[in-house]
């Protein structure tokens, strides 16, 4: 089943923005409620959990875009359960390298009913407070940084809907924003392993450090190796030497901020490990 929910989270993926492809086709057994494309001169795009302040929903943070909008109200096939479908969903996108922004789930995300009807305007989406989840992927491929939003939620009669938001900013109102802490931490867990974006290593973005720092400082107990990888010289060892070098330099930087140094771990793999770098060298955050 699993398998099928990855394919299922491909397609649909794929299906916004970049196929204009039948849900009803490729979504077995599920089915699109809604769906519109749309320019939008301000998208509200929701980074925290709302909150109520003096009888109106507020948030703790958010950010205004402008750009295009695809978004997809689906109703997913009754043979598929809510958590196979978030883990289905949340694989697909480690996959594509995504950058998770923000996650919350169960009753940390709040009330369904604000999700549903303040925030997407979407009566179906209204479910129990203890099984939804929403989330915010940043995606960058061929130059061009898109944001993927989605919310899934199970009602009472057991039916699971999602809600899927491709925004595509204007080239010029693309902003850096920095994930949320806990999000980050979650990120490093799951996967096991966390690529460092090129901004990191000068700490040229100083919110998306912070964040990493903090995310480090919930896990005091646990040990994060920190991997330098280059390719840029003929041989192993040179390079070896060079990508302990970067990433000695970047927990250099984490200890400034406080991290202690005991709860890090270098190591430079120079050119091992070449499947799908990027670049000519690199710096990871793993789990050992």
């Not at 989330?135 to 993927?148: A, H, P």
């Not at 010289?233 to 406080?258: H, P, T």
């Amino acid at each position: 089943m699993m398998k099928k929910i990855v394919f299922i989270s491909l397609a649909i993926l794929y299906s916004l923005g970049l196929q204009a492809e039948n849900l009803d086709d490729i979504f077995s057994g599920g089915r699109a409620l809604y769906q519109q494309k749309l320019e939008l001169s301000d998208y509200r795009l929701v980074l925290s959990v709302p909150k109520k302040v003096n009888s109106q929903w507020s948030f703790d943070r958010s950010e205004s875009l402008q750009g295009s909008l695809e978004k997809r109200t689906i109703e997913l096939s009754q043979d598929e359960s809510f958590s196979e479908a978030k883990q289905g969903l949340e694989n697909y996108l480690y996959s594509m390298e995504a950058q998770a922004i923000f996650m919350c789930s169960s009753l940390d995300c709040g009330s369904s009913n604000v999700w549903a009807n303040e925030i997407f305007g979407v009566k179906q989406l209204y479910g129990l407070d203890a099984s939804q989840s929403y989330q915010i992927w940043q995606l960058n491929q061929e130059g061009k940084t898109q944001y993927l939003i989605w919310y899934l939620s199970q009602r009472g009669n057991r039916r699971i809907y999602l809600q899927l938001e491709l925004v595509t900013p204007l080239a010029e109102s693309v902003i850096a924003i920095a994930p949320d802490p806990e999000t980050l931490l979650k990120t490093i867990v799951d996967a096991g392993f966390y690529v460092v974006p090129d901004a990191l290593l000068s700490q040229q973005d100083d919110a998306f450090f912070e964040a990493l720092v903090q995310a480090i400082q919930r896990k005091p107990r646990q040990i994060f190796a920190i991997v330098g990888h280059t390719y840029t010289e003929r041989r192993w060892e040179a390079n070896q030497k060079k990508s302990e070098a970067i990433a000695q330099q970047f927990a250099d930087l984490l200890i400034e901020k406080g991290i202690k140094a005991a709860q890090l771990k270098v190591i430079g793999m120079g050119s091992f490990a070449p499947q799908g770098k990027k670049g000519l060298a690199r710096v990871e955050i793993v789990i050992p």
